[in-house]
T-cell receptor, first 114, second 111 residues
Framework: NAGVTQTPKFQVLKTGQSMTLQCAQD?????MSWYRQDPGMGLRLIHY???????DQGEVPNGYNVSRSTTEDFPLRLLSAAPSQTSVYFC?????????????FGEGSRLTVL | AQSVTQPDIHITVSEGASLELRCNYS??????LFWYVQSPGQGLQLLLK??????LVQGIKGFEAEFKRSQSSFNLRKPSVHWSDAAEYFC?????????FGTGTRLTVIP
């Protein structure tokens, strides 16, 4: 049972380039989310999804797009990378709609934008 | 709006000593509260959670936390710290579709 898998683990981009961070979970979780982690700021929610075909914005959605075509996958797209998007990105999932459930996290993707 | 404050950025304790990490929350109703741990280069792992019932909750790895509504606090404790507990610890409060994290406390354990 792999849990939440993120790829790539490391990526360096130039300003203006685009890329997609992949996230897949094998726990049949309805809820999936993307966070970014920056020093001294904790984790902040970028986008989330409560099921296939349903996505919504979190606290810091600007510059990022998401889609949810299947229960398993929740990719995060950067259309035109900026240095302010240099961060560590975490994908997380949980079962059901209850906000009391445990979030399961991937191991993170470290992105550097030059 | 929900928010969490972790006043200690970095704490150093000796192995075998007791530990208390502070967490204060802001939430209008009964909060759902969590503590997560992050080892270097890893994702976050749930230590324990509280959403009702007994205000003292037990978690994994020998950790416990006490919910005190009068103080808006949910402090994490461990009676005897092990070197493997060195990590970053995050307190979080649950919103409808978001988990609001504090800024974290980094724990260093010295032999």
């Amino acid at each position: 049972n792999a849990g939440v898998t993120q790829t790539p683990k490391f990526q360096v981009l130039k300003t203006g380039q685009s890329m997609t961070l992949q996230c897949a979970q094998d726990m049949n979780h309805e809820y999936m989310s993307w966070y970014r982690q920056d020093p001294g700021m904790g984790l902040r929610l970028i986008h989330y999804s409560v099921g296939a075909g349903i996505t919504d914005q979190g606290e810091v959605p600007n510059g990022y797009n998401v889609s949810r075509s299947t229960t398993e996958d929740f990719p995060l797209r950067l259309l035109s990378a900026a240095p302010s998007q240099t961060s560590v990105y975490f994908c997380a999932s949980r079962s059901g709609g209850s906000n009391t459930g445990e979030l399961f996290f991937g191991e993170g993707s470290r992105l550097t934008v030059l | 709006a929900q928010s969490v404050t972790q006043p200690d950025i970095h704490i150093t304790v000796s192995e075998g000593a007791s530990l208390e990490l502070r967490c204060n929350y802001s939430y209008g109703a009964t909060p759902y509260l969590f503590w997560y741990v992050q080892s270097p280069g890893q994702g976050l792992q749930l230590l324990l959670k509280y959403f009702s019932g007994d205000t003292l909750v037990q978690g994994i790895k020998g950790f416990e936390a006490e919910f005190k509504r009068s103080q808006s606090s949910f402090n994490l404790r461990k009676p005897s710290v092990h070197w493997s507990d060195a990590a970053e610890y995050f307190c979080a409060v649950s919103g409808a579709n978001n988990l609001f994290f504090g800024t974290g406390t980094r724990l260093t354990v010295i032999p």
